[in-house]
């Protein structure tokens, strides 16, 4: 079974500072997929950044970055510029590529503060 | 806007009563699920459909049925509850075929329950 941790229970960035997020997964799998998810307070449960297995460039969305290095199964997140809207809650999640398989698996969460 | 809607969004029940909870999307989507979340745990899947009475079990599925009905219902059912089950219940939906990259999950905004 697939597993993925995330290390830091909790992390602070000042504003418009960059910040890195940590996540290390297990799997036997060569094609796959990772996701960032952001909960910010509502709870509500928000795509921040998605990364291919098979594509060895890094994915982007505007502030939000990934170095994905695949031999090593780390999938780590930088927060650039950071903003107080930046604070929640982020999780990493795999889910594989094989057909039938269709649940994510996440890690337990790291908790961004942002100082003013 | 994947249009999911959780109800109730807050329950308190005794230990030994059933609770029923209703996950509903507007889109006609085949694939859906069932996370739960606990502090130190992320969010661990319960039960998941792939289509209209088709369903199988996730991580954490003991003490806990579903049913799909209907393309747009996705219940889950606690039949006799425990304290052990007071968490937050996300709903998600996938777009997209098995395989495809853009098959994110797109999650509902969660009902908490508290079982006593």
């Known amino acids: 079974a697939q597993t993925v941790t995330q290390s830091q229970p909790e992390m602070s960035v000042q504003e418009a500072e960059t910040v890195t997020l940590s996540c290390t997964y297990d799997t036997s799998e060569s094609d796959y997929y990772l996701f960032w998810y952001k909960q910010p307070p509502s709870r509500q449960m928000i795509l921040v950044i998605r990364?291919?297995?098979?594509?060895?460039q890094n994915a982007t969305e505007n502030r939000f970055s990934v170095n994905f290095q695949k031999a090593a199964k780390s999938f780590s997140l930088k927060i650039s510029d950071s903003q107080l809207g930046d604070a929640a809650m982020y999780f990493c999640?795999?889910?594989?590529?094989?057909?039938?398989?269709?649940?994510?698996?996440f890690g337990k969460g790291t908790k961004l503060s942002v100082i003013p | 806007d994947a249009g999911i809607t959780q109800s109730p969004r807050h329950k308190v029940t005794e230990t030994g009563t059933p609770v029923t909870l209703r996950c509903h999307q507007t889109e006609n989507h085949r694939y859906m699920y069932w996370y739960r979340q606990d502090p130190g745990h992320g969010l661990r899947l319960i039960h998941y459909s792939y289509g209209v009475k088709d369903t199988d079990k996730g991580e954490v599925s003991d003490g806990y049925s579903v049913s799909r009905s209907k393309t747009e219902d996705f219940l889950l059912t606690l039949e006799s509850a425990t304290s052990s089950q007071t968490s937050v219940y996300f709903c998600?939906?996938?777009?997209?075929?098995?395989?495809?990259?853009?098959?994110?999950?797109?999650f509902g905004p969660g009902t908490r329950l508290t079982v006593l």
């Open positions: 999640a795999y889910r594989s590529a094989r057909a039938g398989s269709y649940q994510l698996t």
């Open positions: 990364q291919e297995a098979y594509k060895q």
């Open positions: 998600a939906i996938s777009v997209g075929p098995s395989g495809d990259f853009k098959n994110e999950q797109f």
